[in-house]
């Protein structure tokens, strides 16, 4: 797993480099600097290196605001190994 792009997020739009195999499930949970857990996305990932177009709207359906997240990505291959990584993003419109 690389780092979020565009990082500073000038939208609420991401992708992420993740190479996974196939059918993955990959839960990205985002935090402010105080722990607040502000987004969850749960999907599965189609293969390959990259997440597009990842949305980065909270869990009350609006953007996320300016500022300073945590984004704790959580992969678990089919096999049943889980991959855990915590990663930096500024949202700056």
């Known amino acids: 797993m690389g780092n979020p ?14 190479t996974a195999p196939l059918d993955s499930q990959v839960v ?14 749960r999907f599965t990932h189609p293969g390959g290196s990259f997440l ?5 709207t909270d ?5 996320l605001a300016n ?9 678990t291959d089919p096999t049943g190994r889980k ?3 915590t990663l930096t993003l500024v ?3």
């Open 91 to 93: 949202v700056r419109r």
């Open 28 to 41: 990205m949970t985002g935090y402010t600097p105080s722990y607040k857990k502000v987004l969850e996305k």
């Open 5 to 18: 792009y565009p990082n500073p997020a000038p939208s609420g739009m991401l992708s992420l480099p993740v």
């Open 83 to 85: 991959f855990i990584k």
């Open 67 to 75: 500022g300073v997240y945590y984004l704790k990505v959580e992969l």
């Open 52 to 56: 597009y177009g990842l949305d980065l």
């Open 59 to 63: 869990l009350w359906g609006q953007t």
